[in-house]
């Protein structure tokens, strides 16, 4: 599986930014979001399981981020609302076979390359 992510951008603080990721093949993979700021750890940011039931997200981006899929385009979406500075990151998309790896921190099966997320203040 090959996992392409877009929708990056340099943005001002408090504007909004919908990634999408579009995964070759066919879309049977739980699908997440994880991003990685300067200097720091990769960090989980969401998951989807395949019939968008099961959703989880890291607690900070709770109520704003919003993860849905459309399955028949193959495709994961990010949708970030009030962006801040510290949300910063280049983000990558990723896919599994279980919904408990994301959630558990587990290795992913699959990562796409990043895309650049810039919010300046």
């Known amino acids: 599986v090959q996992l392409q992510a877009s929708g990056g951008g340099l943005v001002q603080a408090g504007v909004s930014l919908r990634l999408s990721c579009t995964a070759s093949?066919?879309?049977?993979?739980?699908m997440g979001w994880y991003r990685q700021a300067p200097g720091k750890e990769q960090e989980f940011l969401a998951a989807i399981d395949r019939s968008s039931r099961r959703i989880e997200y890291m607690e900070s981006v709770k109520g704003r981020f919003t993860i849905s899929r459309d399955n028949d385009k193959n495709s994961v979406y990010l949708q970030m609302n009030s962006l801040k500075p510290e949300d910063t990151a280049v983000y990558y998309c990723?896919?599994?076979?279980?919904?408990?790896?994301?959630?558990?921190?587990?290795?992913?099966?699959?990562w796409g390359k990043g895309t650049q997320v810039t919010v300046s203040s």
């Open positions: 990723a896919a599994d076979d279980y919904y408990s790896d994301f959630v558990d921190g587990e290795a992913m099966r699959y």
């Open positions: 093949g066919r879309s049977k993979y739980v």
